[in-house]
């Protein structure tokens, strides 16, 4: 007898509903990293306040990505 064999399903559903989202997850994500990197790097290097607008546009990217995320 297997362990685990006849274990019930729990509230996950399956992987095909998961992937209706994951392509513009990911999107959404990369150009957020992005946005964050590119922000840090102005935000020291060159002027703060440009810095600070990259990063909360950035910001903006992740949490439409969370939106997403808390919708599935």
């Known amino acids: 007898m297997e362990i685990g064999s006849n274990r019930p399903r729990h509230h996950r559903q399956t992987e095909e509903s998961e992937d209706k989202y994951l392509q513009i997850r990911n999107i959404l994500?990369?150009?957020f990293m992005l946005g964050a990197i590119v922000g840090v790097a102005i935000y020291f290097?060159?002027?703060t306040t440009v810095g600070t607008i990259i990063i909360l546009a950035a910001?903006?990217?992740k949490i439409v990505e969370?939106?997403?995320r808390f919708i599935h």
């Open 29 to 31: 994500n990369i150009i």
């Open 59 to 61: 910001m903006v990217f």
């Open 45 to 47: 290097l060159a002027n």
């Open 66 to 68: 969370c939106c997403l």
